[in-house]
């Protein structure tokens, strides 16, 4: 009955094709702190991704003439201690830190939804896979990242050199003890989605279980995933940063946001421009990160559209 | 409900089991050498006697029995002899948890350093309650006015810049240009008498209203959303249409029941904000809990570390299930069977 009154509908709906992302698109465009966010993200990305295209200063170089500078034309955003210049610093140190906020957010949503996902459609495997997830929440995140990354420094290190070596480390540590969130939000989705006509209608033609989870359940659960994709690498750049700021993360010459903070911290009460910088990074960083992903849960969310 | 907190208390144990299990396997599987930061000099076989002396000479198993006996058995019965002053068997021959760094037991260590913990992140905690919640009831009712407004937007800022640059932001600003409060936190200093009482006070505002702000900002916005659920329901227009006044509605009928997710909320953030506040302690140098674990990971003094990683999972297990008793209690609508 309804098939054929859409049937009947479609011809005379001669609006312009719309799309589901095109939809999304006018949809996120509405919610203006969404809009900042994003303006500020595109911002920042291009800035460290072509600023040191531009900007050309050496982040190692010293120079011990220009130490402690406030920011001036010639180095806009100061210098420190041993003269290196803040703005370069900044520049490079955004790279690493938002590829570790991306990296470590890829890894946490994989293993989050396809252990969310499983649980969700395997109903023998959702007790044990949910009192695992329970036992990984019940973990002291902070203080196990810190001690997992000490004990493993080393040896990565020597495996694959002193920067490959952490950025390793740090961005498998951070996604493999974040995921439990997403996994939640998958297997929620996924068990009222499996519940739905088409599914039944699929699985009545004869479709295996596992096209049957991946060609009509997944698609559908795909906005929750997209939701905690964007803020888990805010999360993750916190806690790269707070990793960094405790001395437990990259080394000083690898200059990620969190390490410019731990290393300026000292020299804050007569050059503050060295921690200011940074902390504004991390800070703007995440804020758009926040925002955008405030505006991609409601214009995902059909319910919430006009 | 008292069956379903026996069923709850039942499965915490295999959970906590597993978290021990987790914990003390990472730990011990690690490729770090408690004795490799010792001088080179030290011959390769008193290096071995030292790592027996450590109890690292037995194999995996037998170790983690070990730990596990130390910690649930012979610390509590420790702890209980002390405060009661009853010897309770054995007492002196004991094997105590004991640290590798100042060879002192852990819990003594722990013990030592819980207040300034506890003054610390339990002030800041109830500040960030004390605020947040009111604020948020605000924020819901008079919604999209201008405390609303600005309560949103400090929330996300709140929530958006990490304690590690709003310290030193606060320390820059507070202490070093304005000189109102001093840049770190003295836990030495003893309350005798008035001016004391008012140093204490100063040195505890900074890193309080640190942790405080991120707190504050989540509890916010949960309050704010929990309070704006409940506003359209069916219960408040009927309250409304009997003719009472809309403070009487908000402050009896909808704030109790928008109340009850908070509550567990409430619950729930106290073991996570054991973890910002090692961040915390770091920026004004208290020497508390978080301080210890810092120290005792860059000494690799793993029975401090082991101790304090699982007392973190115990307090996060069990705050979980505080707060589920608290949501059966408060929520009639839930039914425990």
Known sequence: MTAQSEAIALPVATRKQRTLWGDVWIQFRKHKLAMFGLAVITLIVVGVLAGPLIYTKDPEYIDFTVANQPPSLQHPFGTDNLGRDGLARNLFGGRISIAVGIVAMLISMFVGSLIGAVSGYYSKLDGPLMRFTDMMLALPLLPLLLVIILLFRDTLRAMFGPETGIFLLIVFVIGILNWMPTARVVRGSVLSIKEKEFVEAAISIGTNENTVLLKHVFPNVLSPIIVAATLSIANAIITESALSFLGLGFPSDVPTWGRLLYDGKDFMTFTPWVVIFPGLFISFTVLGINFMGDGLRDALDPKLRE | ?337
């Open chain 2, 1 to 337: 409900m008292g069956r379903y907190l026996i069923r709850r208390l039942l499965t915490a144990i295999p959970t906590l089991i597993a978290i021990s299990f987790v914990i003390f396997a990472i730990l011990d599987l690690a490729p770090s050498d408690p004795t490799g930061n010792l001088p080179l000099t030290i011959p390769p076989e008193v290096k071995e006697q030292i790592r027996e002396s450590l109890g690292l000479g037995q194999p995996f198993h037998i170790r983690y029995i070990k730990w596990m006996q130390q910690f649930f058995v012979t610390e509590p019965l420790n702890i209980l002899e002390e405060t009661t002053g009853i010897t309770i068997g054995d007492s002196t021959s004991r094997f105590r948890l004991r640290s590798w760094q100042t060879r002192g037991p852990v819990i003594d260590l722990i013990i030592e350093r819980l207040p300034q913990t506890l003054w610390v992140v339990g002030l800041a905690y109830l500040v960030s309650v004390v605020i947040a919640i009111p604020l948020g009831v605000i924020s819901a009712v008079k919604q999209y006015s201008w405390i609303d407004q600005t309560a949103t937007i400090f929330s996300m800022i709140g929530f958006s810049v990490p304690t590690f640059f709003t310290g030193l932001l606060a320390i820059i600003i507070f202490s070093v240009h304005l000189g109102w409060f001093p840049s770190f936190y003295d836990t030495t200093h003893q309350v005798t008498d008035w001016p004391s009482f008012i140093f204490q006070v100063k040195q505890i505002i900074l890193p309080v209203s640190v942790l405080a702000l991120f707190q504050t900002a989540t509890l916010n916005r949960f309050t704010r959303s929990s309070v704006l659920d409940n506003l359209p329901q069916d219960y408040v227009r009927t309250v409304r249409a009997k003719g009472f006044r809309e403070y009487y509605v908000i402050m009896v009928h909808v704030l109790r029941n928008s109340l009850i997710p908070v509550v567990t909320l409430v619950a729930l953030g106290i073991p996570t904000i054991f973890g910002g506040a090692i961040i915390t302690e770091q920026i004004f140098r208290i020497n508390g809990l978080g301080a210890l674990l810092i120290i005792a990971i860059q000494g690799s003094d793993i029975p401090v570390v082991q101790s304090l990683t699982f007392i973190f999972a115990i307090l996060i297990v069990l705050f979980n299930l505080i707060a589920d008793v608290i949501y059966g209690f408060l929520d009639p609508r839930i039914h425990y069977d």
